[in-house]
Structure formats: C-alpha cells, structure tokens
C-alpha cells in the first residue's frame, strides 16, 4: 500500500515568516493530495488540495507544490500568523487515502 | 454545512470490555472510512466502505475490531475485547465518491475519544 512520510515533526517560526512542509509518497499511482489542519481537540478540516494533472496549486497565503517524477509535494504558508499555530498532515490517495505523521506548526507572535 | 456525525463523543471503559462507535455520514456519500489517530501521530486507516461493501480492512485487528455498513449509510466499529492500547481518537470520515473519482474529497467527523482503563 501507500506510505507517506512528512517532514518536519515540528516546525516552529516566527510570525510573519514562511513555513514549508514537506511530503514524500511511494506509490506513483496516486492521484490526488490533499493536507488537512487540525487544531487541538478538533477534527482534521481540508485546506488546500492538488491533483496529479497540476504542479501548483494556490490559495491566499497557502500553497501547494507537485512532483510528480520524484514523488514528493509541500505545503507552504506565507506570511504566517498565529492563528496557523497546528497539527498539519499531508496524505496521498491511490485506492484509500494515507496520512502522513504530521507536523507540528507554532507560529510565534 | 452538512456534516458527519459520530458518537459517542468520549468514552471510558475497562479492559476487556466491549466499545461500540457510531457514524452517519454527509448524506449521499458513499464512501466511508475509520480511522484510528493515536496522540501526537497521524490517522491510521482502519477500514474503508463503499456503498455496504468493505473495500479496505487490511490494516483491521480482525481478531478484536469489527465494523459494519449493513445499509450502505450509517456504520458501527466495534471492539471486543479492548486493550489498554486501543485508548487513541476514532475518526469517521465519508466522500461522496471513491478515492480515485473527482469526488474524493474527505470530510471527516469529531471523532470519539476512547480511554481504556
């Protein structure tokens, strides 16, 4: 089956600045990546996804990037805030959707 | 917003005992997942549905963990026995279609904590 593995398990920044998460997948037959945030104690909310027949994909300070020869696509946010302070997992959909392990986002003011 | 319902929303219980969760999906989504999210890690896929049918229980404790979609709608994850590592979040997630279909988009219920004892 698939594997995901995310980088890094924490990242912490200083408000203002950009932050980058990275992901890698196996399974060259996967088609569509989603990330998802989630804040302590809620559930995982979807915030920005791609799809194998686009290389980027943007909305307002958030981004996301496809490789698909290397198997590998990032999150990045500019200009962070502290409201972005989060858990945030990539995932990689072939026959059912995988996660990565997470990363840990703080964002200080 | 149509959203996934799950309950219940915390539960405690004793080793050995049964545990019992329940989802309903948004409706009109056919496609249902369990997942298993351990504090501090990601969710770990549990089982997938389509419609009534399992398309995904590999990664299942078929010797503990069951669960059923008898309807096509509403599903139940079950436990019997629990064990003290069973204690993790237990998220309900539904599409409306299969994960390879443009309609794969995942939205996911708020989960219930399970602690055992």
């Known amino acids: 089956g698939e594997n995901v593995e995310q980088h890094p398990s924490t990242l912490s920044v200083q408000e203002g600045d950009s932050a980058v998460i990275k992901c890698t997948y196996s399974?060259?037959?996967?088609?569509?990546f989603p990330w998802y945030k989630q804040e302590l104690g809620k559930r995982p909310q979807l915030i920005i996804d791609?799809?194998?027949?686009?290389g980027e994909k943007k909305d307002q300070r958030i981004a996301v990037t496809l490789n698909k020869t290397a198997k590998h696509f990032s999150l990045h946010i500019t200009e962070t805030q502290p409201e972005d302070s989060a858990v945030y997992f990539c995932?990689?959909?072939?026959?059912?959707?995988?996660f990565g392990a997470g990363t840990r986002l703080t964002v200080k003011p | 917003e149509a959203e996934v319902a799950q309950s219940p929303r915390y539960k405690i219980t004793e080793k050995s005992q049964a545990v019992a969760f329940w989802c309903d999906p948004i409706?009109?989504?056919?496609?249902l997942y369990w997942y298993r999210q351990i504090l501090g890690q990601g969710p770990e896929l549990l089982v997938q549905?389509?419609?009534?049918?399992?398309?995904?229980d590999s990664q299942l404790p078929k010797d503990r963990f069951s669960a059923e979609r008898l309807k096509g709608v509403d599903s139940t994850l079950k436990i019997q026995p629990a064990e003290l590592g069973d204690s993790a979040m237990y998220l309900c997630?539904?599409?409306?279609?299969?994960?390879?279909?443009?309609?794969?988009?995942?939205?996911f219920g708020a989960g219930s904590r399970l602690t055992v004892l």
């Open positions: 997630a539904s599409s409306q279609g299969p994960p390879l279909s443009g309609a794969n988009v995942l939205t």
């Open positions: 399974d060259s037959a996967s088609n569509y």
């Open positions: 791609i799809r194998s027949n686009v």
């Open positions: 995932a990689a959909v072939n026959n059912d959707m995988r």
């Open positions: 409706s009109g989504h056919a496609t």
């Open positions: 549905f389509q419609d009534e049918s399992v398309v995904d």
